[in-house]
């Protein structure tokens, strides 16, 4: 069990990457790598947000969706949870941790339609079925994750910024090249723990 | 009904501002679901599907819905088509609906109907609103497929499934990694294309300026 366990959470950090190789979330990954500092605070953000929307998507669909037999609607169900979460959230730091919310704050509003989140929690929850406690600790890995891959390659926008380059490869395109490079990377990884 | 306005709504999402290659939103369907040409052209149908209604929609509730919560709204009205998407793929696409089911669900978060529904359909008339989504699910559409066609050639050497003799598989395109590089570089290619363009035309007008004197009309002709 915990084996099992540790190895589907180092799978959803490294070989088996949201971003890199799940291609969920690039959105946020190309928008909000351009500083280390705000990538940084967007990985945070979605570490936060996933954690908390799989414990409330897994109570509702476990609790409410499947005896009800509405288990269709999950789609529309997970992405209300999320948003308004995601305005909860935004409300209480303000109120009560004004330096978290300061530090978050311009994040939080973007993760509503960032669908790393809400394919975590669909995966998670509807296609693999996962416990409460599993369900929850893929969450917080895949968060780990995608902090990794934005960090990794806000570090790298930094020098391809001032890199002499052809003119139609300035901005996404080059980023895009990275990513994939960054991705061979993170998939040789795969196979380390079986 | 203006004819201008008409004609810059319909072609204005298939090159000025295409949203995949110019805005560059929506792209996490648009490097997961383009590793054949028929994933591709479902996808971009599917998403364009749900883009006509959904901005026809929020453009009929534009002055019943309030400000403070519109977004949750509009993710309301969106995940209603995509549900829409999801019931009818079942049943008639089910090998395909199979393959592509996570990112189906993921329509509801794909930036480019929020974005349309924020800036477009919420200040303009519904018949506007539906022609933008039309554009702009079209042009989301024949991205997706141009890569779709790019990435299933040079993995597989086939096109739409049918494989073309004389081509070989190269090996290790079909990896994940390779979906990255071909939007990156198509990108690039587009941009490429646009600014030739671009310098071509005012070079024209350039040139054309000092001819023009005394020849009414010319520099209409050029622009």
Redesign the interface.
């Known amino acids: 069990m915990t084996v099992s366990l540790i190895s589907v959470m180092f799978a959803a950090v490294i070989s088996q990457n949201i971003v ?8 946020p990954f ?2 909000v790598s351009k500083k280390l500092s705000n990538a940084a605070g967007m990985g945070f953000a979605v570490i936060f947000v996933m954690a908390i929307s799989s414990v409330f998507c897994w109570l509702l669909y476990n609790y409410v969706l499947l005896p009800l037999n509405l288990d ?5 169900a997970f ?2 949870v999320i ?2 979460l995601v305005q909860m959230l935004e409300m209480i730091l303000k109120r009560f941790s004004p330096t978290l919310y300061s530090a978050l704050g311009v994040y939080l509003p973007l993760i ?4 790393a ?3 975590t929690a ?2 998670a929850i509807v ?1 693999n079925s996962y416990n409460f406690v599993y369900s929850f600790c893929v969450s917080v890995a895949t968060g780990v994750g995608f902090l990794l891959a934005i960090c990794l390659l806000a570090g790298v926008r930094l020098k391809t910024d001032k890199a002499d380059i ?4 300035k901005g ?6 990275t ?3 960054m ?2 990377a993170f ?1 040789g990884f795969s196979g380390i723990l079986a | 009904m203006d004819k201008r306005k008409v004609k810059e709504t319909l072609l204005g999402g298939l090159l000025k501002n295409n949203p995949t290659f110019v805005l ?5 369907p648009t ?2 679901m383009t590793t054949s040409l028929a994933q591709a052209f479902a996808m971009g149908i599917a998403t364009t599907f749900v883009l006509i209604f959904s901005n026809l929609f929020v453009s009929l509730l534009r002055n019943v819905i309030p400000d403070k919560v519109r ?2 709204c509009y ?2 009205i969106i ?2 088509f ?2 829409i998407v ?2 009818v793929m079942r049943r008639y696409l089910p090998d395909l609906y199979s393959t592509m ?2 990112f189906i ?2 329509i ?4 480019i109907i ?1 974005a349309r529904a924020e800036s477009f359909a919420s200040c303009n008339k519904p018949l506007y609103s539906m022609l933008d989504g039309v554009s702009m699910g079209l042009g989301f559409t024949a991205a997706l497929c141009v890569i779709g066609i790019v990435r299933e050639f040079l993995a597989g050497g086939a096109f739409a499934g049918m494989k073309i003799p004389g081509f070989p598989a190269m090996e290790g395109v079909g ?7 071909a ?3 198509l ?3 587009f ?2 294309v646009i ?1 030739k363009v671009n310098d071509r035309k005012e070079r024209l007008k350039k040139k054309e300026l000092p001819l023009s004197e005394g020849k009414v009309g010319t520099m209409e002709e050029a622009a």
């Not at chain 1, 269709?72 to 529309?76: G, K, Q, R, S, V």
């Open positions: 890199l190789s799940q291609y969920q979330g690039i959105c190309l928008g269709y609607l999950y789609t529309m992405i209300l948003a308004s509503t339609t960032n669908c989140i809400l394919g669909n995966s296609f052809p003119a139609c490869f996404f395109p080059i980023t895009l090249v990513a994939a490079i991705a061979m998939a | 560059v939103l929506g792209t996490c490097i997961a977004i949750p993710i309301v995940s209603t995509v549900i999801q019931m089911q996570a669900a993921l509801v978060v794909n930036c929020l990896a994940s990694a390779f979906g990255f590089i939007f990156g570089c990108m690039a290619l941009n490429f600014r």
